[in-house]
């Protein structure tokens, strides 16, 4: 694709859940499906820390292909992990998580969350955001240049089609 958005965003961010439900579905059908765009997606975790971590590791032991179908999910189930009553209600919605990431059970739900690699991959994102002076999210970053607050379909696609030097 002929240019690139880098959002950096987290799965217990009320803004980025507002984005990847909104904006996202727009984006990805009309720029990303149809090569105009390549979308990397960054992990920030935000609180409540252990949710957004756990949604994160989980989401990266799932097959290489399925990890935005993950994030996607989470952004979708935002609102009842964050609103749910007790912790019997949480972890129903991580359990369905893990099997959408291919985690069957107990024992590989474990070894994911402890998986080094995935610490080792977030920590050198966490430098990579510390470089671009990333400090809140949903962060973007057009063609390596960061860009301040949440941008729209609308914006992006104008970005995208030269209509705008920058959404």
């Given at each position: ?97 893990a099997l ?11 070894a994911c ?40 379909a609308e ?13």
């Amino acid at each position: 694709a002929p240019n690139t958005l880098i959002v950096y965003a987290s799965n217990t961010c009320p803004h980025c859940g507002h984005w990847f439900n909104k904006e996202w579905p727009i984006i990805k059908r009309d720029l990303v499906e149809t090569g105009k765009l390549r979308f990397v997606f960054r992990p920030f975790p935000t609180q409540p820390a252990q949710l957004s971590l756990t949604g994160v590791l989980m989401a990266e032991c799932a097959a290489d292909d399925d990890y935005m179908m993950v994030m996607e999910d989470q952004f979708a189930r935002q609102e009842a992990i964050l609103n749910a009553p007790d912790g019997n209600a949480i972890r129903a919605q991580y359990n369905a998580i893990a099997l959408l990431s291919g985690l069957n059970n107990e024992a590989e739900i474990t070894a994911c969350l402890n998986n080094q690699a995935h610490y080792d991959a977030l920590e050198a994102i966490t430098k990579n955001a510390e470089a671009a002076e990333i400090r809140g999210v949903p962060a973007f970053i057009f063609d390596g240049q960061v860009t301040k607050g949440a941008q729209d379909a609308e914006a992006v696609k104008a970005w995208v089609e030269g209509r705008s030097s920058q959404p």
